[in-house]
């Protein structure tokens, strides 16, 4: 148990289908994160919620959508996918303060695959 | 900009061997941190440790070794006496002090150590 936990742990869905991940953290944070990380590619950071202000990647396509209801809780709402969006979907949250950076804890991540 | 390098994209050590996994570096900026993460077959990314630009002194924990010189911008990660239980991704990434919320990653070195 890392700290912060993700659902599911794999999906398989249709180009149609809508889906919704998950995230919680229990550590207290106050920033959660969204990446995905592709075989052989840098992790891609997709979605950032800091003090409940939400940064996005702008090559972030419309068919993922984050909601963060509250410090703890993240979710990355996702609909009519195209199967290069298979990967897998990594939740982090960090501790953000005035002039330092402390690490992620990553959750276990969702392996997704869009058939 | 911001970038991180890892050549090694795949080695392979018996068991006992030592191993350096290299990570080189862009930056702008004067104050940032930079990070490792091992990442096993399970998925999520566990962190290892964080430096940041003015300590240069090495560090040691157990088994695990890390040679930060900034000189060359290179964060270089040691493992001794590897065990098959090393075998992971290991995603060396850097943080600026003025981009707190991005983290920049490395594609990663899938280690294998070979019983």
């Known amino acids: 148990e890392t700290g912060v936990t993700q659902t599911p742990r794999h999906l398989v869905m249709g180009m149609t289908n809508k889906k919704s991940l998950k995230c919680e953290q229990h550590?207290?944070?106050?920033?959660m994160y969204w990446y995905k990380q592709s075989a052989k590619k840098p992790l891609e950071l997709m979605f950032v919620?800091?003090?409940?202000?939400?940064?996005e990647n702008n090559s972030v396509p419309s068919r993922f959508s984050p909601e963060c209801p509250n410090s703890s809780h993240l979710f990355l709402h996702l609909h009519t996918l195209q199967p290069e969006d298979s990967a897998l979907y990594l939740c982090a949250s960090s501790q953000q303060g005035t002039g330092k950076t402390y690490g992620y804890t990553f959750g276990s991540g969702t392996r997704l695959t869009v058939v | 900009a911001q970038k991180v390098t890892q050549a090694q994209t795949e080695i392979s050590v018996v068991e006992k061997e030592d191993v350096t996994l290299d990570c080189v570096y862009e930056?702008?900026?004067?104050?940032?941190?930079l990070f490792w993460y091992k990442q096993p077959p399970s998925g999520e990314l566990v962190f290892l440790i964080r430096r940041n630009s003015f300590d240069e002194q090495n560090e040691i924990s157990g088994r695990y070794s890390w040679n930060f010189q900034k000189s060359t911008s290179s964060f270089n990660f040691t493992i001794t006496a590897s065990q098959v239980v090393d075998s992971a991704v290991y995603f060396c990434a850097l943080s600026g002090a003025n981009t707190g919320n991005q983290f920049y990653f490395g594609t990663g070195t899938s280690l294998t150590v070979i019983p």
């Open positions: 550590l207290g944070h106050n920033a």
């Open positions: 930056t702008r900026d004067t104050t940032y941190y």
């Open positions: 919620y800091s003090l409940e202000e939400r940064v």
